[in-house]
């Protein structure tokens, strides 16, 4: 920055910072970066205003992907439901919507995201409990119920069954007589980060991303309003890493899904646009802003100056943001709702397209209406009482910002040489990479926490000897057994003839390396399971039993 | 030299949860105190557990779960450790587990429940104030 | 107490097994338990598996093991991890990649700790050995730590010795892992389904045409695509047993002068090198090269 500085008011300044007491903790964010006392011009050097930030809208969107940003529209208030069966999940909906929420976002249970059906003896325990339970293209219909999903857009996250998921949506919306290309929505589909960090895994990595491709294709072609896959850092960082690896791993897991989609034969430009991210929102608030900054700054230098997009929607990153689970408290859960809203803070400063917001309650178990309702209201108040929507990228400019955008954008790049030292994103899996330096990160953090470098309140600081009991959500057991017996009926009632033959065309697709989505959607309508389907499959791909630790 | 026998510990994740954030910190910090830690990995069934720490003879057993399920899975796992004839194996809990239900666990027999963000060194401690719990 | 157990254990109680596997780890009661154990036949084959961190000895252990139980042999595998010097723990993750099969009493398997050093295996693993064997196991599969070069100590508990490499990157074969064929009865090139697993079977090949070269069997295995594991079998299967004829003193002694050696080589690399030279060039057969080799260890 060309500003003239007088250099005896900053020495001033030195010496009395030298006599100032010294932090009581260290002073770095959360991952670990160290901060300076102050940030001024002297922090960026060669700082220059149209290439490193230039315009909200424009190339390269460090301020923000749309001109106006929140003050001409605000971001989506999208936050997660799901829990018990589809019927259930559908009325929770419904009570969203009516209390202002603008997006869908659906929750499976574990066995559900696990490829599993709800009879199957993993599952004994499980079903309905953290999420809705699909087992069939029925479930599907009877979750979005009487819910114009041609006009609102809908999420749906889940990975390693995805493309099985994908199918039942498409075939039930057709039923229901929507046009594809009216589809709004999201499915997570993020098949890499599983391997780094959420383990919601079935099949081995390579066919993992071929089935990931298969639906990017197939919405690529068909469903062109639909974002196929949630390019998600939200785990990476849950399972302990960095802000900087969060943002490496999530990049690189993009570039990888854009690598393939070209090999698929597709021209970046086709697909590109539609390719979504997803970050987490955690408690060092200028970090997170950072983060996301460099984000959309790294990508759209990599989409257009590396893969040569033209298509300038193919250059924005966009993302869905929501606030960091793995910060959440069980001790005075209340105060969980003041780290949401700084949270919710951070991911509004730094340009989010849509927010979840935790509920206080959800350590302990799935939020109550209470605790949701609540959430809901943070970003509400965010988005009309506080100001910070006025004009875009408030923040930037700020010499700490612009700083930390710059570290970060750095850190990320020699993330993405030491991946391609090692050949590349799927030898780098297979050598426990990401895994590692993620386990690294964790423990590091948890030692600060333990010596108490990093104070947390309620827990190393602050703490108190009650703690206020919260009602909490339970599910009733009877969910397991409502879903179990539904199964069976449409077990009992469909066509055996009409699912062996679309579970044998299904098998043939792949091992023809077709793409799946046709002949999933037929085994759809056939009353195929989940499960069945994921069986099926593994007959071709093999299966992974085992998480590489 | 330290002249104690290094206790074997079994730490497992029961059930489709795949959350190993926890478990692999406590594995880092266990080793590091000079356990001998022993992880099979993700999603194992109550019955891999119990084959786990018979032929592993390990000393203790420590269960992580974030699903919800550890009112189905602990006494599971504590049935078939009794059947098994290790009814000398100190189990430990760790995860989100609600409070109303700890008194139940231990009622069955689990040593110690351990919730998220415990401190390692609590968990250390808690492990050598206990003893190898060796039997002859 | 411990005549209780070892009671138990002749009569094939399998937690007295794991106990007792315990105490020799601890080193205790070792000449008890050495007498228990020594009634029984000899001739149970062990195998060792071997080779750098990362090329995937857990994985391939396992599919081996569950190849094994398919043809309806019993195995028992003893897989070490590395102990820390500095506080003695140890992090045992070898299971992992290893079939979970609760009820199939056939497969045993447990984690050692090795203390560090030269070795790549446990102490009193010998006994272990014996201890497994005894009990009744078919096949025993020893998986070592991540081996460096010159470990002796393998050589001498196992009848084969199977070394992995992986594919590489970069074009040149470090001259050390040569040092791992020198332990080697079958080479494996693993994770075969990886680019460039040709290339490294070729340079694999190579090095060990150098004349004078016993044989080794060289194969391709893919653990991932379940590639490759009855053609290993077969090559384990079929090679010449390592009869262990010394006397376990002497064999003691023998391993500590080995031991003693592979550091010098270790430490005088330097001055090594030119004999390796034209030994690679073939101006030297492959036991004149020892020889003087010796003579540059020995002065």
């Not at chain 1, 068909?222 to 896959?229: F, I, R």
């Not at chain 1, 430009?269 to 997170?288: G, K, V």
């Not at chain 1, 689970?325 to 951070?346: F, M, T, W």
């Not at chain 3, 020198?182 to 290339?199: F, N, T, W």
Request: net charge negative.
């Amino acid at each position: 920055m060309a500003t003239a500085m007088d250099r005896n008011l900053w020495a001033r300044w030195q010496q009395e910072i030298e006599k100032a007491p010294a932090a009581e903790q260290p002073p770095t964010t959360i991952s670990g970066v160290p901060i300076d006392p102050l940030y001024t011009p002297d922090n960026l050097d060669g700082f220059d205003y149209d290439t490193e930030l230039g315009y909200p809208g424009q190339y390269p969107y460090t301020r923000g992907v749309h001109a106006s940003m929140y003050r001409g529209r605000l971001w989506t208030m999208r936050q997660f439901a799901g829990f018990g069966t589809a019927r259930q999940t559908n009325e929770r909906f419904h009570f969203l919507v009516e209390r202002g929420q603008t997006g869908l976002s659906t929750a499976f249970d574990l066995p559900t995201l696990m490829g599993l059906d709800s009879d199957d003896p993993r599952s004994l325990g499980e079903v309905g409990r953290l999420g809705v339970a699909v087992d069939t293209i029925d479930d599907m219909r009877q979750l979005f119920a009487d819910i114009d999903i041609g006009k609102l857009s809908v999420s749906m996250t889940i990975n390693a069954p995805a493309v099985v998921i994908m199918a039942f949506y498409l075939a039930n919306a057709q039923d229901q007589g929507f046009d594809w290309k009216k589809l709004r929505g999201t499915i997570q589909n993020d098949t890499l980060k599983e391997f780094h960090a959420q383990n919601e895994i079935y099949f081995p990595p390579e066919p993992s991303v071929k089935l990931a491709i298969d639906v990017v294709e197939f919405c690529t072609r068909h469903v062109p309003q639909w974002n196929p896959v949630s390019i998600s850092g939200y785990h990476i960082r849950e399972a302990g890493s960095t802000a900087a690896q969060e943002l490496a791993f999530t990049l690189a897991d993009g570039f990888h899904y854009v690598d393939e989609g070209l090999a698929r034969g597709l021209a970046v430009d086709e697909f590109a646009p539609r390719l979504s991210f997803f970050f987490n929102a955690h408690n060092d608030l200028f970090e997170e802003v950072a983060k996301y900054r460099a984000a959309r700054l790294v990508w759209a230098d990599r989409l257009r100056n590396h893969y040569g997009a033209k298509n300038e929607n193919s250059w924005k990153l966009r993302f869905h943001a929501q606030t960091a689970g793995c910060s959440l408290q069980d001790k005075q859960p209340e105060v969980n709702l003041i780290r949401v809203a700084y949270q919710a803070l951070a991911a509004v400063l730094g340009g989010c397209q849509s927010l979840h917001t935790n509920s206080m309650d959800e350590t302990l178990a799935l939020p109550s209406e209470h605790a949701v309702t609540l959430a809901l209201r943070t970003q509400q108040v965010l988005a009309h009482e506080t100001g910070v929507t006025n004009t875009a990228d408030p923040i930037g400019g700020s010499y700490f910002v612009e700083s930390l955008t710059r570290q970060m954008a750095g850190e990320a790049r020699k993330y993405f040489e030491r991946i391609d030292e090692l050949g590349g994103m799927l030898p780098a899996i297979d050598r426990g990479f990401f895994r590692r330096e993620i386990a690294e990160a964790s423990f590091a953090y948890q030692r600060e926490v333990d010596a108490n470098h990093k104070l947390i309140v309620g827990v190393n600081a602050y703490q108190e000897a009650e703690s206020k009991q919260l009602d909490i959500l339970s599910i009733d057991q009877a969910v397991e057994t409502e879903q179990v017996d539904s199964l069976n009926k449409i077990k009992r009632d469909r066509s055996a003839a009409d699912l062996a033959r679309t579970l044998d065309a299904a098998r043939r697709a792949a091992e023809a390396d077709e793409n799946l989505l046709p002949t999933l959607v037929d085994a759809a309508r056939a009353r195929a399971t989940v499960g069945e389907v994921m069986l099926a499959l593994a007959d071709v791909y093999g299966r992974c039993d085992t998480a590489v630790v | 030299m330290d002249q104690q026998p290094n206790v074997r510990i079994v730490l497992a994740k029961v059930g489709l949860d795949g959350h190993d954030r926890g478990v692999k910190v406590v594995s880092r910090a266990l080793r590091d105190a000079g356990f001998h830690v022993i992880y099979p990995g993700l999603w194992q069934s109550p019955e891999a557990v119990v084959r786990t720490v018979a032929d592993e003879d390990a000393d203790w057993l420590g269960i992580s779960l974030l699903s919800g399920t550890h009112m189905t899975l602990v006494p599971k796992i504590l049935k078939l450790l009794a059947d098994a004839g290790l009814t000398h194996v100190g189990v430990l809990v760790g995860g989100i587990i609600p409070e109303t239900d700890i008194p139940k666990l231990l009622a069955l027999g689990v040593s110690k429940v351990f919730g998220p963000g415990t401190p390692l060194p609590e968990i250390i401690t808690y492990l050598r104030a206990e003893g190898s719990r060796t039997h002859a | 107490m411990l005549d209780d157990l070892l009671v138990r254990l002749g009569n094939r109680d399998r937690l007295a097994l794991a106990r007792v596997l315990t105490l020799v780890s601890r080193g205790e009661h070792l000449a008890a338990i050495r007498r228990a154990v020594a009634a029984r036949p000899e001739g149970t084959p062990v195998v060792a598996i071997t080779g750098n961190a990362g090329v995937g000895k857990s994985t391939l252990v396992g599919k081996l093991a569950e190849h094994l139980r398919t043809a309806g042999k019993s195995v028992a595998v003893l897989a070490c991890d590395p102990q820390s010097p500095l506080t003695g723990g140890a992090l045992l993750g070898d299971r992992v990649r290893m079939p979970s099969k609760p009820d199939d009493l056939g497969l045993f398997i447990r984690s050692v700790a090795a203390a560090s050093g030269h070795q790549a295996v446990a102490e009193h693993v010998d006994l272990m050995i014996r201890v497994l064997a005894a009990f009744g196991f078919d096949v025993i599969l020893l998986e070592t730590v991540g081996a460096g070069q010159g470990d002796t100590a393998v050589r001498d508990l196992a009848d084969v010795v199977v070394v992995l490499v992986q594919p590489e990157s970069g074009d040149e074969m470090q001259w050390e892992k040569a040092g791992l064929f020198e332990v080697a009865d079958v080479v494996v090139i693993h994770k075969a389904d990886l680019p460039g697993a040709e290339r490294m079977e070729a340079q694999v090949r190579e090095l060990l045409s150098l004349p004078g070269c016993r044989e080794i069997a060289v194969l391709r295995v893919s653990s991932a695509k379940g590639q490759g594991l009855d053609q290993l079998w077969n090559a384990i299967a079929h090679c010449p047993k390592r009869a262990g004829e010394l006397e376990p003193a002497a064999q003691l002694l023998l391993r500590r002068a080995q031991q003693v050696l592979a550091e010098r080589l270790h430490d005088r690399a330097g001055s090594v090198t030119p004999l390796v030279d034209r030994w690679k060039r073939r101006e030297l057969d492959e036991a004149q090269a020892a020889d003087e080799l010796l003579h540059v260890l020995v002065d």
